[in-house]
């Protein structure tokens, strides 16, 4: 989601050029590097069987030089600048450092190793040069600037507005001397960027907790316990538990653990794992990254960071983004609040004897859970096997708004054993693209969840969409089932949301197509998918108990129902902490005005009211992947901002007869197909009629006083 969620995002590399396809191979040699041949496989699905480690590296060398000359060709052309000579020249060039970038990338997120990521670290500041020879070339942004807008219609006209957006936004306007700063800057940033993500993983894979016995995990289930003394056997600590650490704050294992101190052990590892002064320390390198973002915006002649990165996004202002968070920061954790007194008295009564701690906070809310709706998550995880939920409830789903089918495909090769494929097929049984999934965790994949390209959609190049939804489920062990908590099956539908915005994608041109959209605009088609995990008729499909192959009984489903806004005020002033925390680093107009990492955090929380004990952020600051890793740097409002945008939608769909085929056929034709080849704000008004409200958000998230 998140792509990339989150989302983590493997295409988050800062090649712009990704999005477009290179012009005829030239050389006499035979290439036989599969990265470097388009693949034969449906789609142009990646030869996963045939594709090493070594291969990349003569791959981007290769890839590399042709795509210089290719730009060398757009910049030196003599004839008179044109749509065809010039912008799509550009657009469809980088055949072989697309492919090779895409399948690199995703593989550095899912399914990493040292090779790998020495291969990042050492390419980082090579294809950040890369991206600036391009976007900083003043030749080729005259001869963009130069074309005459009146002549464009459609996409041509999108797609030229697009470009010369993004070389102003790189600084093609710019001095010499000051691109050359530029350069550097970029050049730095791309190297720590790759060196914090590389940096996560060791602290994500060095903080798993270890427990010398059964009797601390009192509490999890069988299946639970038998996976972490797996893991402990595999870390070369046989007869011991070891529990592993999701990127999040909050632990899974938090809601069940019986033995308090097992719980703070966890949560400490969780929060602390960046900051430990070892190899896995984060904070020195996301200051420098902080330090650097704010040197390119003043260079860019902005205020800060956010102020330079938000020009092309529907809030175009962090003011406008703040706004939107404020309004229902008071709200949130008032309800936070209240939320943490009806824990208290739990506590209390329970005669527990101490203060409401963040780790004691999942735990016990499923005992208020269970007292004020009768509703547990031990009697509701059995009806949410993964593969189950994945067939008959997100596939159903999709059958059911959009009429797609799926098929597995064992024919073609997949990166790792987990993973597999499918093919997906529209409503009138016509083959539209390649999925591929891959659910369970493991030590050299990203934490998170997520969906990314392999090959992006175009008509101009009759490409066909193959994308992966990629998770972090655990992996079921000696024959028990991957049972998932509900939170859990909502991110299944969310990350597939995101499948559907790629699947329908129905551009002429990668750049414009499926998600390639503003942050703050993307999660919104995915977030609306959401709420098909709560449809009546898609849920009962689904929720069918893995040891008595019933189904969910509605009396369940009503407790389900009533408790839907339950623990809110918690959920949305986590998510706002972190949104505000990327917004406080990013909104800095002044070097000095940087503090060491714990300090800053610390002081931004309490200027905006949420320091709440109780409630850490969703992501501490040093392993925030989203903004130091990812693409998400003064962008993680924008899962609130889409939140904001899909409850205005989802309201309209209730409204109009709820998750049906007709609302998706409607949602597919003005959201899902259109990309970024129109005015996104033109297109959501034309969907719900009206500009967005806060008021729905508030709603529909149980903010509202009295609810």
């Known amino acids: 989601m998140n792509l990339f969620s989150s989302i983590v995002m493997a295409a988050t590399v800062t090649l712009t050029v990704h999005n477009g396809l290179a012009l005829a191979q030239t050389g006499v040699a035979k290439i036989t590097n599969p990265l470097l041949i388009r693949s034969s496989l449906q789609y142009q699905a990646p030869p996963f069987n045939l594709i090493k480690d070594e291969h990349f590296k003569p791959a981007f060398q290769r890839a590399l030089k042709m795509h210089d000359a290719e730009i060398d060709h757009i910049a030196n052309n003599t004839a008179p600048a044109s749509f065809q000579n010039t912008v799509l020249a550009l657009e469809i060039s980088g055949m072989d450092l697309n492919r090779a970038s895409l399948v690199f990338y995703n593989l550095t997120s899912a399914n990493t190793n040292p090779v790998l990521q020495k291969i990042e670290e050492e390419y980082a500041p090579i294809f950040s040069a890369h991206n600036d020879k391009i976007y900083l070339n003043d030749k080729i942004y005259k001869r963009i600037k130069s074309l005459d807008m009146k002549t464009l219609t ?9 470009y010369l957006q993004q070389f102003e936004l790189a600084g093609a306007n710019l001095s010499a001397a000051d691109k050359e700063k530029m350069k550097a800057i970029n050049e730095e940033l791309a190297t720590l960027g790759t060196l914090f993500a590389n940096k996560l993983l060791i602290a994500r894979k060095n903080g798993a907790v270890l427990f010398a016995s059964e009797t601390e995990l009192d509490g999890l289930s069988a299946a639970e316990i038998a996976s972490a003394k797996e893991n402990a056997k595999q870390a070369g600590h046989n007869g011991q538990y070891l529990i592993s650490l999701i990127n999040t704050t909050q632990q899974p294992v938090l809601q069940s653990l019986k033995n308090r101190s097992s719980r703070e052990k966890v949560y400490k590892a969780s929060w602390m794992r960046a900051e430990k002064s070892d190899s896995g320390d984060t904070r020195e390198i996301l200051e420098k990254l902080a330090r650097l973002r ?9 205020k800060s960071f956010a102020e330079w990165r938000l020009q092309d996004q529907m809030a175009k202002l962090p003011a406008n983004a703040m706004d939107v968070l404020a309004k229902i920061a008071a709200p949130a954790v008032a309800k936070a609040r209240t939320e943490a007194k009806e824990i208290q008295d739990l506590i209390d009564a329970q005669k527990g004897g101490f203060k409401l701690e963040p780790w004691d906070w999942n735990f016990y809310s499923e005992q208020v859970r269970k007292a004020k709706y009768d509703l547990d998550e ?7 096997e993964v593969t189950t939920v994945l067939e008959k409830g997100v596939f159903f789903a999709a059958k059911q708004m959009y009429g797609l089918t799926f098929k597995v495909r064992n024919d073609l090769p997949v990166y790792h054993p987990d993973v597999v494929a499918y093919e ?10 390649i999925y591929y999934l891959d659910f369970y965790t493991r030590d050299n994949k990203s934490g998170g969840a997520w969906m990314n390209n392999y090959v992006n959609q175009s008509h101009y190049l009759n490409q066909k969409p193959v994308i992966v939804n990629v998770f972090n489920f655990a992996k079921p062990t000696q024959g028990n089932p991957s049972l998932i908590s509900f939170d859990d099956v909502t991110t299944m ?3 597939f949301g995101h499948s559907l915005h790629g699947l329908f994608a129905n551009q002429q041109y990668t750049t414009l197509s499926g998600t390639a959209v503003p942050r703050d605009y993307v999660e919104f088609p995915s977030q609306i998918n959401e709420h098909a995990a709560m449809d009546p008729v898609i849920l009962k499909n689904y929720a069918i108990h893995y040891q008595t192959k019933k189904v969910i009984p509605q009396e369940l489903l009503d407790k389900i129902k009533k408790a839907e806004t339950f623990n809110k005020g918690y959920e949305v002033t986590e998510l706002l902490a972190a949104a505000t925390l990327d917004m406080a680093w990013h909104s800095v107009e002044n070097e000095a005005d940087f503090k060491p990492t714990l300090q800053f955090e610390k002081e931004a929380l309490q200027k ?15 392993y925030f992947a989203h903004i130091w890793g990812g693409g998400y740097s003064a962008g993680y409002y924008a899962y609130t901002w889409s939140k904001v945008l899909d409850y205005n939608a989802f309201d309209w769909i209730q409204e109009h007869g709820g998750m049906t085929m007709a609302n998706g056929d409607r949602f597919r034709k003005t959201i899902l197909s259109v990309g970024n080849s129109v005015d996104l704000n033109e297109a959501f008004k034309e969907f719900i ?3 967005m409200k806060i008021e729905p958000y508030l709603k529909n998230a149980g903010l509202v006083e009295g609810q």
């Open 689 to 691: 009629g009206h500009e």
């Open 424 to 433: 997906v097929f529209d409503k009138d049984g016509s083959s539209i693209a």
């Open 493 to 495: 539908f969310h990350e």
């Open 608 to 622: 905006y009211g949420l320091l709440v004990n109780e409630v850490p952020t969703r992501y501490h600051t040093p």
């Open 294 to 302: 704010l040197q390119k915006a003043k260079l860019m002649g902005k």
């Open 154 to 162: 459609g996409e041509d006209k999108r797609l030229t507005e697009y």
């Open 378 to 384: 031990s009697q509701i995880k059995p009806y949410f």
